[in-house]
């Protein structure tokens, strides 16, 4: 059987493939790749070895002129160990460094049984045992063999697409705080583990979590390295409920290697503080207790889409760069407003208190003194969650205005000047049924 091989352009030869490489946020990418080559009438098998180790090699979709037919597509696993070589040569002559022939009679492990030209018979590593030939049914790499049949000698392109796992990307942000402005870095994090180099390729990035049918492996370790201008930008569009970002230039992303590639930035973005604490059901309140608050930040509605990623949050400090917290941003629309959470505000505390409790028979009745302390420089706008029932007979009474959010949140939004306290009563009354 002739076989024809398709060398890759990894290596340098006259040959050249165009490839594209599509990467989900689910660890799989989609590998596309084409090369012109030269198929004989009497051809029956094609050779691809540029295949990653990660392949799935169900995914595979090859495509041949029309003269040329398809039967039949074996996966070959790479075999060439060792111990593999050494299964080949079991009972017959091999050499040892010192040039001395021996027979290969057995193996044991990393350990090999031979016996010299004189008779004795030793223990030797695999290692120091030097094979005459590379036997033809052993391979350094994985390949993909195609059988197929041609009416006729043709140059043609063969283009080729397949899955492979263990290539992925992420999104991270960077905030960096200057009072109520903020400036917003995006980068994306391509990480390449499939065991293969890929060259020259263009990379395109999809976010949004497609429906996958079987879990895939874990990425293993990389190399970072970074990349970013100012002069070049990621395009993007939305296709089919997903958005496409692609690389503004080809790279090459060899394996066990990961890439910091900049998305994009916005300055000077408008932002909003908040200060939330959620409160205990006033029903169930014994005594006093404290909570803390909660800070959050708002961001202004962006023009860009936001893929989910981390953001890391900063603001300085006597010139110094402070990290204030994480946060986390989902798959986010473009003209989306942003919340993101800081974490505890030190300087800010909300204590509940039970002034009195007239319970009857049939209602709870409970009056709760809410106190917000801000003992930082600035005035807050406070806002208070509070878990009360909304069914017939509940009733609820304060000075001051409330709404009910997110069902059964009985909702407080009050001003709280620097360096100061301030105190409300709310009665609440509810049914016992």
């Known amino acids: 059987m002739k076989r024809i091989i398709l060398l890759s352009g990894f290596v340098l030869t ?15 990418a989609l590998v596309q790749e084409s090369q012109e080559f030269e198929i004989k009438k009497t051809d029956k098998e094609l050779e691809y070895n540029a295949i990653p180790t990660t392949l799935i090699n169900d995914s595979v979709d090859i495509e041949f002129p029309q003269a040329v037919t398809l039967y039949s597509q074996i996966y070959r696993r790479k075999n060439l160990t060792q111990h593999d070589l050494a299964k080949e040569f079991l009972e017959k002559q091999v050499a040892l460094h010192d040039n001395s022939n021996v027979t290969l009679l057995a193996l044991s492990g990393n350990n090999a049984i031979i016996k010299t030209k004189e008779g004795k018979v ?43 796992q263990n290539i992925s990307f992420s999104t991270d942000y960077v905030l960096n705080l200057h009072k109520n402005r903020a400036d917003l870095r995006s980068w994306v994090n391509i ?6 180099d890929f060259k020259n390729t263009r990379v395109n990035l999809v976010a949004g979590e497609i429906n996958r049918a079987y879990n895939h492996p874990t990425p293993v370790a990389y190399r970072a390295k970074m990349l970013a201008s100012d002069k070049e930008s990621i395009t993007h569009r939305a296709v089919a409920g997903y958005h496409h970002y692609a690389l503004p230039r080809k790279i090459d992303l060899n394996s066990y290697e990961k890439q910091r590639i900049k998305l994009f930035a916005h300055n000077d973005i408008a932002i909003k503080n908040n200060y939330i604490a959620t409160m205990n059901n006033p029903l169930y309140l014994m005594g006093e ?27 300085k400090d006597a010139g110094e760069k402070l990290l204030l917290g994480e946060s986390n941003i989902a798959n986010t629309p473009k003209n989306s407003p942003v919340t993101l959470t800081i974490g505890t505000d030190f300087d800010t505390k909300v204590t509940q208190k039970m002034r009195s409790r007239n319970d009857t028979n049939t209602h709870f009745d409970a009056t709760i003194e809410y106190t917000v302390l801000n003992n930082s420089d600035e005035d807050k706008i406070v806002t208070l969650h509070i878990p009360f029932n909304k069914k017939r007979g509940s009733h609820i009474s304060s000075k001051l205005k409330y709404v009910y959010t997110k069902g059964n949140l009985v909702t407080f939004t009050l001003k709280v000047k620097a360096n100061s306290k301030r105190s409300f009563d709310v009665n609440f009354k509810s049914s016992r049924r």
């Open 14 to 28: 006259q040959t050249i493939f165009a490839t594209t490489l599509t990467i989900y946020n689910s660890n799989i």
């Open 122 to 164: 030793k223990t030797v590593n695999i290692a120091d045992i030097v094979f005459p030939s590379l036997p033809h049914n052993l391979q350094a790499h994985n390949s993909l063999a195609f059988q197929i049949k041609s009416s006729k000698t043709l140059k043609a392109n063969v283009d080729i697409s397949y899955l492979a």
């Open 191 to 196: 990480v390449n583990n499939s065991g293969k």
């Open 289 to 315: 207790r404290s909570s803390s608050v909660k800070r959050e930040i708002e961001l202004q509605a962006l023009q860009n889409e936001l893929p989910a990623g981390l953001v890391r949050i900063y603001t």
